[in-house]
């Protein structure tokens, strides 16, 4: 009981010596409470070192999760869809889209967008991909919808498409 009692009467004083929510003193606005400092230096879509980036990361996924030796040999049609189709304050970001030709022979449509600061510990830009029919893991069904922009600047449905089968 005395246990209980000894606990209320902390609680009791924890709030009673709470001091009110304030405003970030001058010090605090100056040295870190800054906003986001963008420069919109994104890569274009058919850069070789996106394009390489994207090839290794497939790969390296394929080996380690899929036990495959499946590999992007080849690009064609590759197309921005998208340039910052949001806020003009949210991360810049390209989307776009092509055609790979894989190591066995056959064709996939892939999306892929390119983001400044997305990349690792947000240090550059990343890339996110998605080969349609071969997102094993369904992480942008369906049929890679999800990895391009939903909603275009004026709020209506964006123009995002995969080029045809």
Not at 86 to 106: E, L, N, Q
Not at 157 to 164: D, F, G, N
Request: contains cysteine; hydrophobic residues 40%.
């Amino acid at each position: 009981m005395r246990a209980r009692l000894a606990i209320l009467a902390l609680a009791l004083l924890g709030f009673a010596s709470a001091k009110p929510a304030a405003a970030a003193s001058w010090l605090e606005k100056n040295f870190g409470l800054w906003g986001p400092q963008y420069d919109a230096e994104v890569p274009l879509c058919e850069d070789d070192r996106v394009l390489s980036r994207i090839q290794s990361h497939f790969a390296q996924k394929e080996q380690d999760y899929w036990n495959s030796q499946l590999k992007i040999v080849g690009w064609e049609y590759i197309r921005e869809t998208a340039w910052m189709p949001w806020h003009y304050a949210s991360i810049p970001r390209r989307f776009c889209s092509g055609k790979v030709h894989m190591s066995d022979g056959t064709v996939h449509r892939i999306g892929y967008v390119v983001g400044e600061d997305t990349g690792i510990i947000g240090a550059t830009w990343g890339v996110e991909f998605c080969v349609v029919g071969l997102d094993r893991n369904w992480a942008f069904m369906p049929a890679c919808k999800e990895a391009g922009p939903s909603i275009a600047p004026q709020g209506g449905t964006a123009t995002y498409s995969l080029p045809p089968e």
